[in-house]
């Protein structure tokens, strides 16, 4: 299984800052995740990062607000910008490998965004 | 539309008993898993079953799958204190998007 590290893995920002998220995995992986999870709620795909071409986005989530990067197989940065309280969540990374076991999808320990 | 709605949204159980969570979905899928998260922390995959599976164990999980009625239902024996934990069936379709899409979870909590 993948081993997923994200940092940082708490913070608190004031409103109007942005705040980029950075995931490592420790190896080589197609396709990575991100996720939002809102105080109490379950997980909502913010988008899919893909190596080489720009993010895909769900319904609800735009790039000026959530701009990711994908510099290679390894790593990936969600930044969440001009953050308001709203934007207070758990970020979760995701991976999933085919080639390491087709179906299942492997999580990160999140980072805890609390915006004042 | 809303994926992997589950009930109860709150278990409150005693060490030692059994419980068991349900899900349900609405669109075709490849197969649905299973994970626990603690404390808002990150998730811990559980259990995958496939599309064309009924029933998967693994360990005191018991995992059923009825396609025809779109649910699935998660089963723990002899439940621990540390099972304490809010558990998440997610499903991938078969066609379309490769991300998982979550249900709404289950918080359980085990009783000493």
């Known amino acids: 299984s993948a081993v997923i590290s994200q940092k940082p893995s708490r913070d608190i920002c004031q409103r109007g800052t942005s705040l980029t998220i950075q995931c490592q995995v420790d190896?080589?992986?197609?396709?990575m995740f991100w996720y939002r999870q809102q105080p109490g709620q379950s997980l909502t795909l913010i988008a899919t990062a893909n190596q080489g071409s720009e993010a895909t986005y769900e319904s609800g989530f735009v790039i000026d607000k959530f701009p990711i990067s994908r510099p290679n197989l390894t790593f990936s940065t969600l930044t969440v910008s001009n953050m308001s309280p709203e934007d207070s969540s758990i970020y979760l990374c995701?991976?999933?490998?085919?080639?390491?076991?087709?179906?299942?999808?492997?999580f990160g320990p999140g980072t805890r965004l609390t915006v004042t | 539309s809303q994926q992997g709605e589950e009930d109860p949204q709150a278990l409150s159980i005693q060490e030692g008993e059994n419980a068991t969570m349900n899900c349900s979905y609405k669109t075709s899928i490849n197969n649905l898993q299973w994970y626990r998260q603690n404390s808002g922390r990150g998730l811990v995959h559980l259990i995958l079953i496939r599309s064309n599976e009924r029933e998967k164990h693994s360990g005191r999980l018991r995992v059923t799958l009825d396609t025809s009625k779109k649910s699935s239902s998660l089963l723990i024996t002899a439940s621990r204190a540390a099972d304490t934990a809010s558990y998440f069936c997610a499903t991938r379709k078969d066609t379309g998007r490769r991300a998982l899409t979550f249900g709404s979870g289950t918080r359980l909590q085990v009783q000493p």
């Open positions: 190896s080589q992986v197609t396709m």
């Open positions: 995701s991976v999933r490998d085919p080639g390491q076991g087709p179906y299942e999808q492997y």
